[in-house]
């Protein structure tokens, strides 16, 4: 599975973007897809996963409630919907697929979320 991530960018503090994470590959939908950001000076995080099954999501405390994670598996694509930023918001966010959610077997390259004060 080869993945590419897009959608980061500056934003204000309290503004929101969409991640898209585009997927090759024809066993995509057999994949629990999953985000994972990683702030300057910090270990590697997750974010947000959803099953490859039955799209069950888990969300880290840090983001719950106002980050959506959702999967198109016909258009080999999954996103992150991220509202309400906050300046700890920063930092590269990776899309990555694995056999179970929060687990990354496949990763994209990153894409840099800024949200300034």
């Known amino acids: 599975v080869q993945l590419q991530a897009s959608g980061g960018g500056l934003v204000q503090a309290g503004g929101s973007l969409r991640l898209s994470c585009a997927a090759s590959g024809r066993t995509f939908g057999s994949y629990a897809m999953n985000w994972f950001r990683q702030a300057p000076g910090k270990e590697r995080e997750f974010v947000a996963g959803?099953?490859?099954?039955?799209?069950?999501?888990a969300y880290a405390d840090s983001v719950k409630g106002r980050v959506t994670i959702s999967r198109d598996n016909a258009k080999n694509t999954v996103y992150l919907q991220m509202n309400s930023l906050k300046p700890e918001d920063t930092a590269v966010y990776y899309c990555?697929?694995?056999?179970?959610?929060?687990?990354?077997?496949?990763w994209g390259q990153g894409t840099l979320v800024t949200v300034s004060s």
């Open positions: 959803i099953g490859w099954r039955d799209s069950t999501t």
């Open positions: 990555a697929a694995g056999i179970s959610v929060d687990r990354g077997d496949y």
